[in-house]
């Protein structure tokens, strides 16, 4: 009998543990050239396709879900070219209704994530789009005497945008850290941008929200995928503080020493004494004329008080570099690293990623990271006084 019992006892378990995992997700689509349907999982290892079905005559779908963890799991409804995203957790009834334009067009209820999720989507795609044509004007604009104030302006514009976008990417974080949309959205990035606002500040958010959704979801892979990048980046900057305190020369920052588009040798120490800017780029960057122009005005504004840039490509290919420094006559040091993020300038300053620069007092100390916009200009003109 008691064998009977702990048989039944067991099968209720697995019972309700499968239970646990379930959701559904249904909804209505219409005015759209294809019926099928696909429901895309994605997770840490990768995404695939786990199910599909066909839209009936009134426009309606159905999945009945079972999720591979308890904690919420991200996948995408695919139709006509088209992806909506969600996050589904146990127990969720989610209705997604789309008229036509689906990505753009769409209405979801039933789930908190889901909504949060089209929230900073919706915020962040515009934001994004506005910078992409301001950018493509800005471009597009010949560089000439009667274009100067418009150029400028155009510049100021994208600036003002980049940073809204970033203020309020932020706040939406902050708002909802115990959210699995604020895990997503601490990866999402401006175009060629690798940090939400700077280097070291960035890994006190990624603490807040790793904090916070690990006590509402403590099974949720993504929260652990989280948390282990948080000590790897911790390691990082840490090793990049040795590295910087253990050059093994006379001076407060690691040397540079790489040669110019003429062969020439230009060491970063050669411009001791003055306001350093450190930049590294690449033409690969597609914002690299935007940030090029942006220096461009601060290195006119105050090289006769003391301003020196000392520019690092990090480009693949050197031919692609030597053009664009003399196509744009940047009047700075610049210099050509072919080890890329690999080599030894970009790991002494722990350039993950472009653009990247650091600030050099006159007296030989760092004193900022990846600052840019007004941000650099105020600081700039701070050490230059």
Not at 77 to 82: A, H, I, K
Not at 187 to 211: G, S
Request: aromatic share 8%.
């Amino acid at each position: 009998m008691k064998k009977i019992l702990s048989v039944i006892t067991l099968t209720v378990l697995i019972a309700s543990c499968g239970q646990d995992r379930k959701a559904r997700v249904q909804g209505s689509f219409s005015g759209l050239s294809h019926d099928t349907v696909l429901l895309e999982m994605v997770t840490t290892q990768g995404r695939r396709i786990v199910d599909s079905t066909v839209i009936d005559q009134g426009g309606d779908f159905r999945f009945r879900v079972k999720l591979p963890e308890k904690g919420p799991v991200f996948y995408n409804l695919l139709c006509d070219g088209s992806a909506i995203p969600l996050i589904v957790t146990p127990g969720d009834r989610i209705e997604v209704n789309s008229l036509c334009d689906l990505a753009r067009n769409y209405t979801v209820e039933g789930s908190e994530e889901s909504q949060l999720l089209k929230q900073f989507n919706t915020q962040y795609g515009n934001g994004v789009a506005t910078l992409d044509s301001l950018s493509k004007i800005y471009r597009n604009t010949p560089v000439v005497a009667d274009t100067e104030k418009r150029r400028k302006n155009l510049l100021d514009q994208y600036l003002a945008e980049y940073y809204r976008i970033k203020r309020e990417h932020i706040a939406f974080i902050m708002a909802h850290p115990s959210s699995m949309a604020a895990v997503y959205a601490l990866y999402q990035r401006l175009p060629d941008d690798p940090w939400l606002f700077n280097e070291k500040t960035d890994l006190i958010y990624y603490r807040i929200v790793a904090d916070s959704s690990s006590v509402r979801y403590p099974d949720a892979s993504r929260v652990k995928v989280l948390q282990k990048e948080i000590e790897e980046r911790k390691k990082v900057l840490e090793l990049a503080d040795r590295i910087q305190n253990q050059s093994g020369n006379a001076l407060n920052y690691p040397e540079i020493d790489l040669q110019d588009v003429y062969g020439k040798d230009q060491k970063l120490s050669s411009l001791d004494g003055k306001t350093i800017l450190v930049s590294f780029w690449s033409t690969r960057d597609s914002r690299y004329p935007v940030q090029n122009a942006e220096m461009r005005e601060l290195y006119k504004t105050y090289k006769d008080r003391g301003l020196a840039i000392y520019q690092v490509s990090l480009d693949d290919e050197k031919a692609d570099w030597v053009t664009v420094v003399q196509d744009q006559k940047l009047p700075w040091i610049n210099v050509f690293d072919p080890r890329g993020t690999g080599g030894i300038a970009a790991m002494s300053y722990n350039v993950q990623a472009v653009p990247s620069n650091v600030l050099i007092s006159s007296d030989g100390a760092i004193v900022a990271r990846n600052l840019f916009g007004d941000q650099l200009k105020n600081k700039v003109a701070e050490l230059v006084r």
